[in-house]
């Protein structure tokens, strides 16, 4: 959980509309678990986390 939550401040996913992201993201963690939310930053981010 802290892997998603520093790399979702460090690439600023939540700059924008947070109420919106928020949302997808309580979304994807109820179906795929801690590891849809990282591979969901993975593709927003295109692929790259480093």
Do not use: K
Not at 9 to 22: H, P
Not at 23 to 44: K, P
Request: hydrophobic content about 40%; cysteine-free; aromatic content about 14%.
């Amino acid at each position: 959980m802290l892997f998603w939550y520093v790399h979702g401040a460090l690439w600023g996913r939540f700059a924008g509309s947070t109420e919106t992201v928020l949302t997808q993201d309580y979304d994807t963690v109820e179906r795929s678990g801690i590891d849809g939310l990282i591979a969901s930053i993975e593709r927003w981010r295109g692929g790259n986390l480093s």
